[in-house]
């Protein structure tokens, strides 16, 4: 009898990763208005949608952009590239001879996924110091509507618990 071993693709797969850090010093209540020092992404489109997706986070969490000479200061890099993922298929115990079975099969096979990754940085607009971090990374698909959407998903959860309460 053979036994197949299948594991979805999909259960391979780079998921949405979020992660935020910041100075645990800081008291975000000082911070309400806030300038941007510039946006990178691999086009034009992207910066825009970048900049449009944290400047509505930030509006509704009470933050004011200002032209320039705001509290905080904002950069944010988006980039994508091709991560490399295996996708193992074990056909099963394989043949043999009475009860030892044989050794089995097994078909490798590598797939290209493009993702995408965003990190955004606070700066307090005096000091230059670096206050507030969020990073994102989600696989991309080919429909620039759907990453569009998985852009403002990502920011979103990136600021979902903004402002962070000082602990010191």
């Known amino acids: 009898m053979k036994i197949l071993f299948v ?12 992660h935020v850090d910041y100075s645990h010093s800081t008291n975000f209540d000082n911070y ?27 509006a509704a969490k009470g933050w004011m952009l200002a032209p320039s000479g705001g509290d905080a200061a904002i950069a944010a890099v ?4 091709d991560e490399q993922q295996l996708n193992t298929f074990y056909d099963g115990m394989g043949g043999g001879w ?4 044989g050794g089995g099969m097994a078909t490798t096979t590598v797939e290209t996924i493009p993702v995408g990754s965003l990190d955004v ?6 000091t230059k110091k670096l206050i507030w971090r969020g990073t994102a990374e989600k696989t ?23 402002p962070p309460v000082a602990k010191g």
Do not use: C
């Open 98 to 101: 009475y009860w030892r079975g």
């Open 32 to 58: 309400h208005t806030y300038s941007w020092l510039k946006v990178g992404a691999p086009n034009s489109l992207w910066q825009d949608r970048i900049q449009r997706a944290v400047d509505a986070q930030l």
């Open 78 to 81: 988006g980039a994508a590239k």
């Open 140 to 162: 991309l698909s080919g429909n620039p509507e759907k990453n569009e959407k998985k852009l403002q998903d990502a920011v979103k959860d990136m600021f979902k618990k903004f």
């Open 121 to 126: 940085d606070i700066f307090d607009a005096q």
């Open 7 to 18: 594991i979805p693709a999909g259960a391979l797969m780079l998921w949405a990763a979020t």
